[in-house]
């Protein structure tokens, strides 16, 4: 199955509004769906104004919490389960 | 694990906006459209009104500029107040405020029915009652918070968990109770009391307290032509998410224009020697036990609390204080900026007169962010240099500087020793004030401020229990691992500098 692309910011300016928060998110996912999640780390998205900020499967989400990004992807990764079953 | 809150967020925001618009020479100019624009960045309104959410923005703002809230700065719009924070008066040495509008009076009845309440046949609440404080009132048991005593039996009786405790975060946070609920039950500070060490500020659910920030001052440093050393505390590393490797953040600092980076560590490795000394010739000859230092809420907390335990407070100046001294001793023109996790710090800084301004992490963040400095975007050659020993580094962990001191006595003096340690004021006082009653004994108390020690003050930007792994993993990578084997630290002290131990006479009188 094809893994979903998250490009993760750790610049300074989304560490700062909370990058680590939303990979904790990350890790947690990865370990409840193993080998659905391509996690890549980015020195910038440059989208510094509205961090913290996730790319998922190409698309920018800014501004984002720990809480809704855990929402997004696990729907995702049920959408895209349904989607091969 | 780490969880950068809602309020930290927008503390940081406005740091970051208020140091960019003085980075960029713009302050004066704009200053007064920040509130405006704040307000539009966070779409999520957290309050009832833009009115009230941009008021108490500027009162952030007012903060951040390094300006107390009195009354009179109060008044004025922020464009009017920029050349006096520019002129760093510092017309107070208490570091945290409270924003009063921000203040949203939480209840002060600490019991509290609520509606889970059945009004039950057996009444057990009424019955625990001690005082008969309880009463039943449309059909619901009612506490008479007159003569409530807060002992909490109705709620331990209640069989359905209908009573509930509740504090107000900000009192509950603060270890040495310097927070009241003044008229119209707004948070008030005792500044008598006060040690400013920050844990209210990270407690407020409202962020109603803040501390007042140093940004504009380094600014102005960095852009002048003086020669600015920057100190960072040893618990920097993997405040950048780094791992153990600060050497980014040290290229990140030269790109901010500070001249050099040094560890305080090397201060650390200094007076884990010097303290040595000292506890071989007190201990027990002179006083029964010695206390640590280095942390200034600690520090304030004795000489406020326990006077008579004054003298028991190491005569070392801490690691920060030592540092500064060392650079200005070789070079007196040269500027130094602390850079830690600690609020307390900016008034120890003030206080012992080395230092010339003090960051924390939270702050230098939001300035790298504020200069177009990305920490992570930066590349490093040079090998991570050895500036001071594992024990050092320490410091900033609880429970180091026990071990580094430790190490720096001969090995058959080191059993003699009975440390204890405390964390967190709540706990210091406890320990305090029974080592002053004699109920528990011990040759050497190591007090920190903050749950952790400085690993988790709070000006930090990674929970303590990473950055705990990534400060012990570069210890024991560089090598040097106990201050004894820090040669620079040893020439110093063998030199026996003046700066090494405080001066008592000259802080007495201070408020
Ligand atoms: S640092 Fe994350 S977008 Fe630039």
Known sequence: MEKIAVEICVGTSCHLYGALDLAQVLEEVNMKYPERLEIISRTCLGNCDKGPNVRLAGKLLERITPEELRNIIIQLVQKKEKENE | ??????????????????????????????????????????????????????????????????????????????????????????????????????????????????????????HSCLQSCPRGAISIVQNQAYIDQNRCVECGLCKKSCRYGAILEIHRPCEQACGVKAIKSGEDRKAVIDHTKCVDCGTCVISCPFGALSDRSQLLKVITL??????????????????????????????????????????????????????????????????????????????????????????????????????????????????????????????????????????????????????????????????????????????????????????????????????????????CTQVLGKLAKGEITATFLEGMGCQGGCLGGPGVLVDSRLTKKFLHIRGSKQGMISCLENSRAREIISRHPHYLHRNNDKESGDV
Request: proline share 4%; aromatic share 6%; glycine share 6%.
């Open chain 2, 1 to 122: 694990m780490n969880n950068v809150s809602e309020i930290s967020k927008i503390r940081r925001r406005v740091f970051t906006e208020v140091a960019r618009l003085h980075w960029q020479g713009k302050l004066s100019e704009e200053i007064d459209s920040l509130p405006e624009k704040l307000v539009e960045q966070h779409q999520q309104r957290y309050r009832c009104c833009e009115y009230k959410e941009k008021a108490i923005y500027a009162e952030r703002i007012k903060l951040a500029m390094g300006l107390s809230l009195t009354a009179e700065n109060h008044k004025k719009p922020l464009g009017t107040l920029t050349e006096k924070a520019l002129k760093f008066a510092n017309d107070t040495k208490s570091q945290i405020e409270v924003i009063d509008i921000a203040c949203e009076q939480c209840p002060i009845n600490k019991f509290f029915v609520t509606n889970a309440c059945r009004n039950c046949l057996v």
């Open chain 2, 222 to 427: 960095l852009k002048s032509k003086s020669r600015v050393i920057a100190l960072v505390a040893p618990s920097i590393i993997g405040q950048f998410g780094q791992k153990e490797d600060p050497r980014s953040i040290f290229a990140a600092l030269e790109q901010l224009g500070f001249a050099k980076t040094v560890e305080v560590a090397v201060g650390a490795d200094i007076i884990a020697i010097a303290e040595g000394e000292e506890y071989l010739k007190r201990v027990p000859g002179e006083i029964p036990f010695l206390t640590s230092s280095c942390c200034p809420a600690f520090v304030k907390v004795v000489k406020d609390n326990f006077k008579d335990l004054e003298k028991n407070i190491s005569s070392c100046v801490s690691p920060m204080a030592a540092t500064a001294s060392m650079l200005k001793e070789r070079d007196p023109e040269v500027k130094t900026v602390f850079i830690g996790p600690c609020m307390a710090k900016k008034r120890e800084a003030l206080e012992a007169g080395c230092i010339d301004a003090v960051l924390t992490y939270e702050e230098l963040a939001a300035l790298f962010v504020a200069a177009g400095i990305n920490v992570s975007g930066i590349e490093t050659m040079n090998e991570d240099e050895v500036q001071a020993s594992a024990h050092g580094q320490g410091f900033a962990s609880s429970g180091g500087v026990t071990q580094a001191l430790l190490a720096s006595l001969p090995e058959e003096k080191r059993s003699h020793v009975k440390p204890l340690k405390a964390e967190g004021l709540l706990e």
